[in-house]
Each structure stands twice: as C-alpha cells, then as structure tokens.
C-alpha cells in the first residue's frame, strides 16, 4: 500500500513538473478573451473582474446603449502585443448594428492591459479606427441613401410592348 501511495505522489510530482506555466502572450489574450466575449453577451458581473477599478465605471458607461441601442454581431481579437511581463496592447475588432438603421459597422479598439499581481486588467481603451457610435459618439445622420441601398430595378425581355 505505501509503495502504491509513494509511486503515485512520484508520478503527480513528475507530471506536475512537465506542465509549463502559461505565457504572458497566453494568460492577456485568455484575460482579453473573457472580457470582450463576456461584454457581447452582457454579462457585466464578469466583466467588472477584468477592468481595473480606476476605469471601470467609464468602461461601463460606454456601454450602456449596448443591447439597446445597438447590437453587437461579433468580437475578434485582432491581435496582442506582450511589451514586457506586465503590459500589453490588445487591438479588437467589433462588428456592430445601430437598430436605428440597421447598417452593419465595424470598429477596430485598442485596449491598455496591466498585470499588477492581481492577474491582467485593462486599464485603458480607445477607438483607433472604423465606424463612430460604439462608444456614444455623435454619428451623422445620413440623407442620402447608403451604398448599400438598391435601386429600383426594371426586367428587359419577353412581353416587349415596342413592336
């Protein structure tokens, strides 16, 4: 019995050691991961656990008229650049409808990402590219039709009345 107890806290103790800590690169884009999916489906309560407090009220009201006022499609992380141990950028990319007009938008955001010891927290986001509106800024509102709008159209062929 004590050589069965003695191989089997061997065989923990050796696979414990063939598991390598995960990377920073890998526990920010886990972290990023979380925050952003847990934000497309409104879950707040999981959100607040990865925002740093000092902004997490602003974080919050940015997205206040989501879920009403526009609704998100998709979230990609774009990318993560690991600067050094505890600080990285992360680039997200947000696919999104305002319900007003149902035009189909996108916008690339930066997001700031610090490990204090706590585990990795944004600290810092901002708009760097696509579509206004995400985050309550003032959109124009268009009075032409959009790109997108098809015209009129007429079918040419049988029942030509020209004869």
């Not at 019995?1 to 806290?9: E, F, I, Q, S």
């Not at 050796?14 to 489906?41: G, I, Y």
């Not at 974080?59 to 990318?79: H, K, N, P, Q, Y």
């Not at 204090?116 to 708009?127: F, L």
Request: aromatic residues 6%; charged residues 30%; neutral net charge.
């Amino acid at each position: 019995m004590r050589r069965c107890l003695g191989a089997y806290l061997l065989l923990a103790v050796l696979c414990t050691a063939c598991f390598a800590p995960a990377s920073p690169a890998q526990r920010v884009s886990d972290a990023a991961r979380d925050l952003n999916v847990a934000t497309r489906f409104g879950k707040m309560d999981m959100v607040a656990s990865h925002v740093d407090a000092s902004v997490r009220t602003d974080f919050l009201a940015r997205r206040t008229s989501w879920g009403r006022e526009i609704r998100l499609v998709d979230i990609d992380l774009a990318g993560v650049q690991v600067r050094d141990e505890t600080h990285a950028d992360v680039t997200v990319d947000i696919s999104w409808v305002p319900l007003r007009d149902n035009i189909l938008r996108s916008t690339r955001v930066s997001q700031r990402w610090e490990d204090s010891g706590q585990g990795w927290k944004m600290t810092r986001e901002k708009r760097v590219a696509g579509d206004l509106g995400l985050f309550g800024e003032v959109m124009t509102v268009q009075d032409k039709p959009h790109p997108d709008v098809h015209l009129p159209s007429r079918t040419i062929g049988q029942g030509n009345d020209r004869d």
